[in-house]
T-cell receptor, first 116, second 117 residues
Framework: AQSVTQPDIHITVSEGASLELRCNYS??????LFWYVQSPGQGLQLLLK??????LVQGIKGFEAEFKRSQSSFNLRKPSVHWSDAAEYFC??????????????FGKGTKLSVIP | GAGVSQSPRYKVTKRGQDVALRCDPI?????LYWYRQALGQGPEFLTY????????KSGLPNDRFSAERPEGSISTLTIQRTEQRDSAMYRC???????????????FGPGTRLTVL
């Protein structure tokens, strides 16, 4: 079965600093990978996704992520963080279960705090 | 257009009561998913529908949990004889295409926060 690990529960960065949120996945075949952001009182919003092709994926709000098969990683990056980026970020892997249905499996999330 | 909506946004109930949580997907979206998110955790898959057909309910914790989507649009997740351990955020998502990765962006609702006393 697939799984996702987000090693950092909480990260604090200064506004304007660069950001990298880590994500490691476990899945036997080619994974479909996603990053979602959850702001307080809001639903999860898709930031970006990787299905195939170029391993560097651009998303909304200036985020990007790089798929590294050799490291089973899909880390999220942003060159300069804004105060409005403070939120919780979830990495997810989409895969077919043993029953043949497609499911998203999420990590536990990383909470990002931004210091003005 | 409107996004995925869920009601109620907050539900407090006493142990042993039944609750029904509603999800109104984006109009025209074929697939609908239910997730449960405990505090400090990511969403966990419960079940999903393609149109009105429930395709996979392997994530439902036990037989107190059930879901339906009778007309292929609005869905209801019902929890019977609630227990304190059922307290969580229940999230619904919908996607335009049939469940599968290609083109299958899931749009999430704001969730229903269920508290069982």
């Amino acid at each position: 079965a697939q799984s996702v690990t987000q090693p950092d529960i909480h990260i604090t960065v200064s506004e304007g600093a660069s950001l990298e949120l880590r994500c490691n996945y476990s899945y036997g075949a080619t994974p479909y990978l996603f990053w979602y952001v959850q702001s307080p009182g809001q639903g999860l919003q898709l930031l970006l996704k990787y299905f195939s092709g170029d391993t560097l994926v651009q998303g909304i709000k200036g985020f990007e992520a790089e798929f590294k098969r050799s490291q089973s990683s899909f880390n999220l990056r942003k060159p300069s963080v804004h105060w409005s980026d403070a939120a919780e970020y979830f990495c997810a892997v989409g895969a077919y279960s043993g029953a043949g249905s497609y499911q998203l499996t999420f990590g536990k999330g990383t909470k990002l705090s931004v210091i003005p | 257009g409107a996004g995925v909506s869920q009601s109620p946004r907050y539900k407090v109930t006493k142990r042993g009561q039944d609750v029904a949580l509603r999800c109104d997907p984006i109009s025209g979206h074929v697939s609908l998913y239910w997730y449960r998110q405990a505090l400090g955790q990511g969403p966990e898959f419960l079940t999903y529908f393609n149109y009105e057909a429930q395709q996979d309910k392997s994530g439902l914790p036990n037989d107190r949990f059930s879901a339906e989507r009778p007309e292929g649009s609005i869905s209801t997740l019902t929890i019977q004889r609630t227990e304190q351990r059922d307290s969580a955020m229940y999230r619904c998502a919908s996607s335009l295409e049939l469940a599968g990765p290609i083109g299958n962006e899931q749009f999430f609702g704001p969730g229903t926060r269920l508290t069982v006393l």
